[in-house]
């Protein structure tokens, strides 16, 4: 949890602001999650804050509904091309990713 925090402060996900008269603040919790190998053996414990998006409303607190993700198909089109090519294929795991957008929208949470 505290390697998520950090890395939320260091990427500077928010800001600390006052909450306008006119709107509310969508809540917010701890979801935590244990990762294993694939021997069963414990790989580690993960955090992470997440948004509370029932309370939130289409159109005034978001626009969109998806979560951009890489379609099955994709992959397995890549490792055919890889193969065929005799490139090398590396595997990793990013420990704390976000995405480079902004948001049009002004979200509260708390």
């Known amino acids: 949890m505290d390697l998520e925090y950090e890395a939320l402060l260091k990427n500077k996900t928010w800001e600390l ?29 993960k955090a992470r804050l997440v948004a509370q998006g029932y309370s939130q409303r289409l159109g005034f607190d978001f626009t969109e509904t998806y979560s951009p993700v890489v379609k099955p198909t994709s992959i397995r089109i890549l490792l055919s091309i890889a193969l065929a090519e005799s490139w090398t294929i590396r595997q990793l795991d990013v420990n704390n990713a976000f995405l480079h957008g902004d948001l049009a929208e002004e979200v509260y949470m708390k």
């Not at 919790?29 to 021997?39: A, E, G, L, Q, T």
């Open 17 to 45: 602001v006052t909450l306008p008269p006119n709107r509310e603040a969508i809540g917010s919790r701890w979801v935590f999650r244990i990762k294993y190998n694939s021997d069963g053996s414990l790989q580690k414990y």
